[in-house]
């Protein structure tokens, strides 16, 4: 059973830097694309960062050149780099994984983590 954590989440000054990790464990026999989503309470989940098997990467338009999201295969791990961090960007951020199976005869399934809380305030 494959199983995604966060962490790194916390308070951070407007314009302060973050970094968010986050780790599948459990047996694994592949994960494709990985990603990050937030949640602002009244608001919608939204697409932060994706990246692919192959490190193709997707950003929203509100964090391009802000956020880095980058992954270590060997590791099942994603992370996400947040610099010149704005109030905007305070939410319960999630981490994604899609098209996981723990083994070959599995069928492909999406998990998310538990979420981690992100506020940037003064």
């Known amino acids: 059973q494959v199983q995604l954590v966060e962490s790194g989440g916390g308070l951070v000054q407007p314009g302060g830097s973050l970094s968010l990790s986050c780790a599948a464990s459990?047996?694994?026999?592949?994960?494709?694309?990985m990603g990050w989503y937030r949640q602002a309470p009244g608001k919608q989940r939204e697409l932060v960062a994706a990246?692919?098997?192959?490190?193709?990467?997707r950003y929203a338009d509100s964090v391009k050149g802000r956020f880095t999201i980058s992954r270590d295969n060997a590791k099942n791990t994603v992370y996400l780099q947040m610099n010149s961090l704005k109030p905007e960007d305070t939410a319960v951020y999630y981490c994604?994984?899609?098209?996981?199976?723990?083994?070959?005869?599995?069928?492909?399934?999406?998990?998310w983590g538990q979420g981690t809380q992100v506020t940037v305030s003064s």
């Open positions: 990246i692919t098997n192959g490190g193709r990467t």
């Open positions: 994604n994984a899609e098209g996981v199976r723990g083994t070959w005869y599995e069928p492909m399934r999406s998990i």
């Open positions: 459990g047996s694994i026999f592949s994960i494709n694309d």
